[in-house]
């Protein structure tokens, strides 16, 4: 926490995602946790930017989400604390204890599908002017957070998301989520279904299912379609695919593109680019860390320093008498 010069009792704001540069991002992926990917740091940070970019241009009062993931050197505990944030900022804002209109509404922006839940956002407004929803994708799959959540998965209509008292859980408001709580919404759903999942591979899971009669059986399946086996000639260049893959990630300056047969739905072309500008600005901003790049690299060296073994004293070796010596 940094501490204000005028007042030295007053406490600055943490800095939001949006503000930092692509070095203090590149280090942020790194640590905490894991499942926190460089990607999707680059889409919470453009969401940041591009809501308040969007807030300037038509002049709408729209709150900072200041998320910033944790740095905990424990993977585990950090993405608990990334998950316990991430709660607490998706929470619907309530309205005060001393407002008579709390016994007909406990909610502050509960009458609209239309209305952000936390900050009251006009989503309407941000539709017709610019879509960020179709903007935002995941960072997976590709698609975006319009085609996850605000399309009838049935009939493709667009359908209002609905957001939750609980976040997750809980009874259904008349409120949605802007794109940039929609986004963060979508990473604890990620967060918390790789928990379930490593919950689930534990011993202890299967020994309770067992206790309740519970069996895992192996069923063969019968495949439909084989799948297409990759020509010899390619298979040699799988481990430089894989660093490809994995550096495109962490990088702008990578970029990989698939062009797959609409009849096949096989991957018939695949196209890798190195942006050679892309790589240069990112040289720059690393030569010239921002004051938060540089305390994110001195917790680093703390943390370094304190794992390291501690050298045992060397044992006191009694002193040397001219009787000794003789």
């Not at 591009?50 to 900072?64: D, F, H, L, S």
């Not at 502050?108 to 309407?124: E, F, H």
């Not at 918390?192 to 069923?219: H, L, N, T, W, Y």
């Not at 943390?303 to 004293?313: E, K, L, R």
Request: proline residues 8%; contains cysteine; neutral net charge.
């Amino acid at each position: 926490m940094v501490m204000n010069a005028m007042n030295p009792f007053a406490v600055q704001p943490p800095e939001t995602l949006s503000n930092v540069n692509e070095a203090t991002l590149m280090a942020l992926s790194q640590q905490g946790n894991p499942n926190f990917t460089h990607a999707m740091l680059m889409e919470q940070a453009a969401a940041q930017q591009q809501m308040q970019r969007m807030a300037m241009e038509k002049n709408i009062e729209v709150p900072k989400v200041n998320f910033y993931p944790s740095r905990h050197a424990d993977p585990r505990k950090a993405r608990k604390q990334d998950i316990r944030q991430a709660y607490k900022l998706l929470k619907p804002t309530k309205r005060s204890l001393l407002d008579p209109r709390r016994w007909f509404s406990k909610y502050r922006y509960n009458k609209d599908t239309a209305v952000c839940c936390v900050d009251g956002c006009n989503v309407l407004e941000l539709i017709q002017h610019d879509n960020l929803y179709a903007k935002i994708c995941d960072e997976d799959t590709g698609k975006s957070l319009w085609e996850l959540y605000w399309q009838n998965p049935i009939t493709g209509e667009p359908e209002a998301f609905v957001a939750r008292e609980g976040v997750t859980s809980g009874r259904k408001l008349r409120a949605t989520y802007c794109p940039e709580h929609l986004h963060l919404y979508h990473l604890l759903c990620k967060w918390e279904a790789q928990e379930e999942q490593e919950e689930e591979m534990r011993p202890s899971r299967f020994r309770d299912k067992v206790k309740k009669g519970v069996s895992i059986v192996s069923v063969p399946v019968s495949v439909a379609k084989q799948p297409s086996v990759p020509h010899p000639m390619v298979n040699k260049y799988e481990p430089f695919f894989a660093e490809i893959m994995a550096d495109a990630r962490k990088s702008k300056g990578i970029n990989v593109q698939f062009y797959t047969n609409p009849h096949t739905d096989e991957n018939d072309l695949t196209v890798i680019t190195f942006d050679n500008r892309m790589f240069k600005r990112e040289l720059m901003e690393m030569a010239n860390p921002t004051p938060a790049f540089q305390d994110i690299l001195r917790a680093q060296a703390q943390a370094m320093h304190q794992q390291a073994q501690v050298v045992p004293p060397l044992p006191v070796q009694p002193e040397m008498t001219p009787e000794g010596l003789q």
